[in-house]
């Protein structure tokens, strides 16, 4: 039995010197290797996520950057329309003038310079207004349509057809297609 157990370690002994035998260094190279590609792909890793990271943020940003410039330009129209609403009353009362002037050059023939001089100062506020997008909205003739026209009463008329305008009070404006303010008007009925 003695001899068998002799024989067996020297089968082993015999085995262990057939396989190479890993020094110290070789495991540590080893080793050493793998951290360095775990390490790389752990780096890798991490840039990539930096830089999505980068790309969602500066795509968040510009996101933001043109949320407020419409915003911003959102608020100037709306400030324009309301400063552009609190002139029409005034274009109002220069087209009440020159309807009226005739009246008033009757009896005054050297007022002529005045009334052509209020003259120019409605054409000049008129083509101001509508280099800022500002278009009168036609009512006279036309079918009335409660999204431009707000009417002020019905006459029967039996000569013009039903919902037809046939006298305005005052002018209706659009500005960039949107209804600053409603013509005021006089519609038709069928007369009785």
């Known amino acids: 039995m003695q001899e068998e157990l002799n024989q067996e370690g020297l ?25 360095l590609e775990e390490i790389i792909a ?20 510009e996101n933001f950057r043109r949320q407020k410039e419409k915003e911003a330009a959102a608020y100037l129209k709306f400030a324009e329309k309301g400063l552009i609403k609190a002139l029409l009353p005034n274009l109002d009362d220069l087209e009440r003038v020159i309807k009226n002037a005739d009246k008033f050059l009757e009896g005054n023939p050297d007022a002529k310079i005045y009334v052509d001089g209020v003259k120019l100062v409605h054409q000049k506020l ?11 909205i036609e009512a006279l003739g036309k079918k009335f349509d ?33 209804v600053i303010r409603h013509a005021k008007v006089v519609i038709a009925k069928e007369a009785e």
């Open 126 to 136: 008129l083509k101001t207004l509508e280099q800022r997008g500002v278009k009168r």
């Open 11 to 35: 089968n082993q002994e015999a085995l262990n010197a057939q396989q190479p035998v890993e020094t110290t260094a070789d495991v540590a190279q080893d080793v050493k290797e793998k951290t």
């Open 42 to 61: 752990e780096l890798e890793k991490e840039r990539d996520a930096f830089k999505d990271q980068l790309y969602r943020k500066a795509a968040d940003f």
């Open 146 to 178: 409660v999204n431009f026209h707000e009417a002020l009463t019905q006459v029967p008329k039996s000569d013009v057809a039903p919902d037809t305008i046939i006298e305005e009070f005052e002018a209706g404006y659009t500005m960039h297609d949107d």
